[in-house]
């Protein structure tokens, strides 16, 4: 039988898996990231891990049909990370290092648009053709796939619909420099911070403006009647409405599908953001479905092997 | 020596031509189109149309590689059109009728989509990988080129970009219903509204607001010192940019092309749309390069034999 191996590599762990040629989770497991100077013994931690897991389990080089690595830094279209900050790499590049150090293929993605792949593949957008993931967190982040494939874009930079301009009369800066971007309103952030604002501009509520607040108690807040996190759903809802509007206009995915810490809301999130998407999508559009991820920490794995299980099938 | 037929049919025109299986241009020539009776006979003009062709110049049935026809409606994944209404068509599968009459491969496409795959062939896409078309007419419409294929997205509806709502402010509708669609603003119809909305706000200008204008009087208007016309050029500008920008954000497209009537006024359109694409995109997509479409009105013919001689290739 044939194997891939899907690694997610972050900024604190790397998590390995074993998938079956069929797509079959066998077996998963992590290290912490070796981040010391700057990040040289990552790539080696990764090959040895494999190779030893191998050994282990006596595969030989021709049952492993490749190796999947979703590495949070910009990639581009040949596979190359140019920065990446977290792990201390300046250009690198991943696949051909680690396909010297195991003499097997080795595929480089960016880690959002692994998960991206993930949920594509097993997760919320499982059965589409095309898909736009959304990650609400920190930030805005996500992926576009059509046709089993992310879209990758200039220098790595398709997939930052967080950055798309939804509000050109904002006068606070997003951390990008521009103004008004969607993740100033939508992500875990954006709503504790319209939360704050709607509190100081005196509507009521049971959170204090001034004390710690995450995103999980604005939402648990709205369920209390809290007028401010229903005005600062709202704002969310409206904002990433339109800016799915916008997406859906350019390239009309079949389900665009919300993750991150902000999907944790459920229905009602998704009651909110198809009432704006409603409102502001062009007619042809608005059959576009809304999902949530389903993948949870594990797209980035399932959406490696995805690749590698994809990229074989093609050159088949 | 092979060939293929590239047919763009309009409304008033259906537009033949012939091409070498390397993509040249070898011959075009058009009929009036028959709309009578509900456009019952337009397909099979078109198959005896060309059966013909093959005949004067004893082309035999292996010859012929394809046939790509770009269809003003809706087209969705599997080239089935839904309505045409300029064609008075309700739904009807053109590619299986021209296959059963003509006994050759037959490919269909909407014709905004033909004109940005012609204008990526062959036009201001040419040499790129990834390519989005905005033509900038009475409405503004367009076309979105990944690798060579057109993404068609959900029931045909990408590459709507006239749609994506940049103004969220606006309280004139769109001709499809919603408020602050890019079209409103950036297609020859935009530019003369915001025109006469500044001559009538008291902006100084040569033109009667009462009159005629057309988009070219506005660009002359430019030139001649109108203070009117260069604020038209300015808001057109402005919401084209932020697009742009919001495109990028999704996709992140090489190059961005231009066309349509508004993009006879050159190079002052693209260093305006440029400026404020700078001032909105997102910085890992600020090297996206803007160009002028280049392939005229052959556009869709070249689209169309593109299609053909592409398809070929994958099934190769």
């Known amino acids: 039988m044939g194997y891939c191996y899907g690694i997610d590599l972050g900024g604190t762990a790397i998590k390995f898996s074993l998938f079956t040629d069929q797509g079959k989770l066998v077996e998963k497991w992590q290290h912490p990231t070796k981040i010391e100077e700057k990040g040289k013994y990552i790539i080696s931690d990764i090959a040895l891990t494999i190779l030893d897991h191998m050994d282990q389990n006596n595969f030989s080089k ?62 919320g957008g499982r059965g589409n053709h095309s898909m736009v993931l959304l990650t609400l967190g920190t930030g805005v982040g996500g992926g576009v796939v059509l046709d089993g494939k992310v879209v990758t874009g200039l220098g790595g930079a398709a997939g930052e619909m967080g950055h798309i301009c939804v509000n050109d009369q904002e006068t606070i800066p997003c951390n990008c420099g521009n103004y008004g971007c ?28 001034d004390g710690p607040i995450e995103a999980r108690d604005v939402f648990d807040a709205i369920k209390e009647g809290d007028q401010a996190a229903s005005e600062a759903l709202e704002r969310l809802g409206y904002y990433l409405g339109k800016a799915c509007a916008a997406i859906a206009c350019v390239i009309a995915p079949e389900v665009i599908v919300l993750g991150g810490g902000v999907s944790h809301a459920g229905e009602i999130l998704l009651t909110t953001v198809k009432k704006y998407f409603q409102q502001f999508a062009f007619s ?3 059959q576009t479905k809304f999902a949530l991820a389903a993948a949870g920490n594990d797209a980035g794995i399932y959406g490696c092997a995805y690749l590698v299980l994809n990229s074989r099938k093609e050159s088949d």
Chains 1, 2 share one sequence.
């Open 62 to 123: 021709e049952q492993i049909i490749g190796i999947g690595v979703g590495v949070p830094a910009v990639v581009d279209e040949s596979g190359i990370v140019n920065v990446a900050p977290n792990l201390g790499w300046k250009q690198t590049d991943v696949g051909k290092k680690l396909r010297e150090m195991t003499d097997i293929p080795c595929y480089v993605i960016n880690d959002a648009n692994a998960a991206a792949l993930g949920e594509y593949a097993c997760g």
């Open 284 to 286: 042809p559009c608005r």
């Open 182 to 209: 969607l993740e100033q309103y939508s992500s875990a952030t954006g709503i504790v911070r319209s939360y704050r604002e709607f509190r100081n501009a005196g509507k009521s509520g049971i959170l204090s403006p």
